[in-house]
């Protein structure tokens, strides 16, 4: 068996990360939580369910992703080394597929026929439809009308592997009004529906499960670093935050090591127009806490204890919360939480693309400005992973339409060079 699942310190006997997280669900949702935790507490010991994931994460998803050193991008930052861990090369072309393959897996195992998902940007959808059309389950994913919209190929992505996409209309018609749905789905359809919740959010067991499967990402980096670098630990780890799963996948092998030992976890909030705009997504620098999607959490929101609408720039970051893990480890020192904005998400695509050739997601984007600007207060003997979650090809069009190109100009030499500091 060549796979085994971390054993991270879990949370307490009410679930929770210190004072976050914990289980706040309608009674009717208990008993089939506790089914999904002694379901998963069976199976990550269960050799025959590691070892088809394991041969599914290598031959299907196409792991491990590459650690790859951007130069040109190091070059221009003129201080540490920017490394890129390349989650975008996983087929569906983000991390979403390393937990929906596992999830999946373990709602055949428990005998559940259908799985319903949320999706923001598209990307969970995308790998739950995928997960599911591989081992034969129906799959419903919720998705709001204004993500629609915005992620136009990955809605026909996911329509075209079998899954049923429905629209969601209430609230901001974003990613925490899709939840809301699946988790009223899945309420109503309990005995034969397997929920495979995209982020570390929700009730308990799921923070712990998803970061757990989300692991294999920091876990290869240990392994990859000591072979570049001759250590296995970087000096720092930028990551985009939303509700938090790509970010808390690359942290968590790193977040228990003991002070001194443990690099600097920068998480990069979407700040959107700018926190004290109110137009923004970030939980840490400009919430409270609070309770949504059966969590204690940061979260947006007023003094009546309302939902503040999120906005961001990217669908995969429109959220009003962040995973209690994250929450423990802001309050705590273990990580830092910082807020990027929309232009210069922008501005980090754009640079990435023309000095490496990759267009990253613009939820990736946000790591990117950060990873630059820290960069440049670094020795160049010192060392910064990004985890590149995903790819941009879902983007583009939105990406087109905010730069206000015609279609018509989209492939014509020069064209996105609107802005002095992106220019190669």
Request: charged share 20%.
């Amino acid at each position: 068996m060549s796979l085994t699942l971390p054993t991270y310190p879990q949370p307490d006997g009410r679930g929770r990360f210190g004072r976050f997280g914990g289980r706040y669900v309608p009674e009717t949702l208990i008993p089939a939580l506790d089914e999904l935790e002694r379901a998963y507490a069976a199976a990550k010991v269960d050799p025959e369910y590691l070892n088809e994931l394991d041969r599914l994460l290598r031959d299907f998803v196409g792991r491990p992703s590459g650690l790859y050193l951007a130069e040109r991008l190091t070059a221009h930052a003129g201080g540490a080394k920017i490394y890129l861990k390349r989650e975008d090369q996983n087929y569906t072309g983000a991390h979403k597929i390393n937990n929906c393959l596992a999830q999946a897996l373990l709602a055949k195992r428990m005998g559940k026929q259908r799985v319903v998902a949320e999706t923001g940007a598209g990307q969970h959808g995308v790998a739950s439809a995928t997960a599911a059309a591989l081992l034969g389950l129906d799959c419903v994913v919720y998705m709001g009308a204004e993500d629609i919209r915005r992620q136009e190929l990955n809605v026909f992505r996911m329509k075209l592997l079998g899954a049923e996409v429905r629209e969601v209309t209430s609230g901001t018609s974003t990613l925490k009004d899709a939840t809301n749905e699946a988790i009223r789905d899945w309420v109503t359809n309990v005995r034969d529906t397997f929920y495979i919740l995209g982020s570390v959010v929700g009730p308990h067991p799921y923070p712990a499960m998803v970061r757990d499967f989300q692991s294999v990402i920091g876990e290869e980096v240990k392994v990859q670093h000591q072979a570049l670098e001759g250590r296995p630990v970087p000096d720092a780890i930028v990551a985009c935050v939303g509700g938090g799963s790509n970010a808390i996948g690359i942290f968590a092998p790193f977040a228990y090591l003991p002070d001194g030992e443990r690099p600097r976890l920068i998480g990069t909030e979407a700040a959107g127009e700018g926190v004290d705009s109110g137009r923004h997504a970030a939980s840490v620098a400009g919430g409270r806490v609070g309770v949504l999607h059966g969590a204690m959490m940061y979260l947006l929101n007023d003094d009546e204890g309302q939902i503040v609408p999120p906005h961001s720039i990217s669908a995969g970051l429109d959220y009003p919360g962040i995973g209690p893990e994250h929450c423990l480890y802001s309050e705590t020192g273990v990580a830092e939480y910082v807020p990027v904005t929309d232009a210069q998400a922008m501005d980090a695509l754009q640079l990435c693309t023309r000095l490496e050739g990759i267009i990253p997601a613009l939820e990736t984007a946000h790591a990117l400005h950060h990873a630059v600007e820290l960069a440049r207060t670094m020795r160049p003997d010192q060392t910064i992973v990004v985890n590149l979650s995903g790819r941009g090809d879902k983007d583009v069009a939105e990406v087109m339409r905010l730069l206000s190109l015609p279609a018509a100009q989209s492939s014509a030499p020069g064209t996105l060079h609107a802005r002095p500091e992106v220019q190669a």
